[in-house]
């Protein structure tokens, strides 16, 4: 078990992720170089066997704001094999650089008591999977209140043009899990870790998009600061818990635990379903549908559960309709007027025409959301994605009227 023991006014921030190279170490040597920017008394417990947190702080020249650093690789167990960590009683804030793979019964020692727990994610199907376990884990195995609203999301390395990041902000938005911020892709924190800095420390003309990026993060990160803990973020696992009142606690909690895993891993479905992009013969787009998942994969109550089990006549005939309105129709184009569109879809037999909005039929699919280079249609819980081919483009719309260059979509 891990102990942390310090100040009663100690606060905690833990960063977690279950893969290596998702940016946890970045995110947390910069939340710690931040708060020591606004004068706080800071240390950062680097957990990982990379030691990244620790080698920027020894990046960190002299006049720098003071962060005290302690590697996890330095202390040893006690007697009964518990993990403690004296933090000064003058340190205020300690952020958590945690392992990788932290096993699912282990993840309380990090959010029991904790202000703020920050999750990093990457637009990879890989790493979307992950992120969902381990959401499904926080709120099962270690019971942290999503009511609370200390669990923040924030999607790293980010570039907004791509069909990854419209993937990823369509699974992070199925979940009740708060985005707390979008993080572009830049070398400015390789070169911010390089010298010991944080992007705060660093000449603001450089980082500006990033400081607007970051002011969301220290927005929400300041508010779970400022509340105070609540018994329920205090909860450890029963072993305290008197033994004619553990059976009934063990119950409902394990009822509300069930709930919650249910939806995140209803949001991880929900993405697959739509699909990692991946290159077709022809150029277009192909996508990965449901069929793909291992059946041990879900949970009763899951989009693609009937009756507790996983219905292959389901996830067989959602894949077979999919099919068949894409060989049936082709995504030509996307007109925009305002904050309105207009999707232009071709018939592939006869190349007829139509255009239809958001919220309109066709062929048994409804329109359920449109976006500049995409649509997504929605059919009896199923879901799927049409893009735009490559060497097409989105047609606009001016005036009344579409523009010269784009006319032939429309």
Not at 121 to 129: A, F, M, N
Not at 367 to 386: C, K, L, P, S, W
Request: charged share 25%; net charge neutral.
């Amino acid at each position: 078990m891990l102990i942390l023991e310090g100040a009663k006014n100690l606060h905690k921030i833990a960063v977690l992720n279950p893969k290596g190279g998702a940016g946890k170490s970045t995110l947390a040597l910069n939340l710690a170089g931040y708060l020591s920017c606004q004068s706080y008394n800071v240390a950062l417990i680097d957990m990982d066997p990379q030691g990244s947190s620790s080698r920027w702080l020894k990046n960190r020249g002299e006049g720098r704001t003071p962060i005290l650093g302690i590697h996890i690789n330095h202390q040893q167990p006690d007697k009964d094999g518990n993990l403690r960590i004296r933090v000064p009683d003058h340190i205020t804030h300690v952020v958590i650089d945690a392992p990788a793979r932290v096993p699912a019964k282990s993840l309380i020692d990090y959010t029991c008591g904790a202000h703020a727990v920050l999750i990093p994610v990457l637009p990879c199907d890989l790493d979307i999977h992950a992120a969902s376990n381990l959401i499904s884990n926080l709120l099962l195995v270690a019971q942290v209140s999503r009511r609370n609203g200390r669990i923040g999301v924030v999607a790293n390395r980010v570039k907004e043009r791509t069909i990854a990041y419209q993937q990823l902000m369509r699974f992070l938005g199925s979940l009740s899990i708060k985005v707390v911020g979008i993080l572009r892709d830049t070398q400015n924190y390789a070169r911010a870790a390089s010298t010991g800095l944080c992007l705060h420390e660093m000449p603001p003309s450089r980082v500006a998009k990033d400081l607007e990026q970051w002011s969301k993060i220290t927005e929400w990160l300041h508010d779970c600061l400022e509340r105070p803990l609540t018994q329920r973020d205090l909860l450890r696992p029963e072993d305290e818990i008197e033994p004619e009142k553990a059976d009934k606690k063990v119950a409902s909690r394990i009822a509300y635990g069930a709930v919650a895993a249910t939806v995140a891993l209803a949001a991880m479905i929900a993405w697959l379903m739509t699909g990692a992009p991946h290159s077709s013969q022809d150029g277009r787009v192909a996508r990965t549908t449901i069929e793909n998942l291992p059946v041990d994969a879900v949970a009763p109550g899951d989009p693609a559960i009937i009756d507790g089990t996983a219905s292959a006549e389901f996830a067989q005939s959602s894949t077979d309709n999919a099919g068949e309105f894409r060989e049936t129709w082709e995504l030509k184009g996307i007109a925009t007027d305002n904050d309105s569109r207009t999707l232009l879809l071709t018939r592939r037999g006869d190349n007829t025409s139509q255009r239809i909005v958001r919220g309109a039929d066709i062929s048994g699919w409804t329109v359920a959301d449109i976006g500049n280079d995409y649509a997504i249609f929605r059919q009896d819980g199923a879901e799927m994605t049409i893009n735009l081919n490559e060497n097409e483009h989105a047609a606009t719309v001016s005036d009344g009227g579409i523009s010269s260059v784009d006319k032939k979509n429309f």
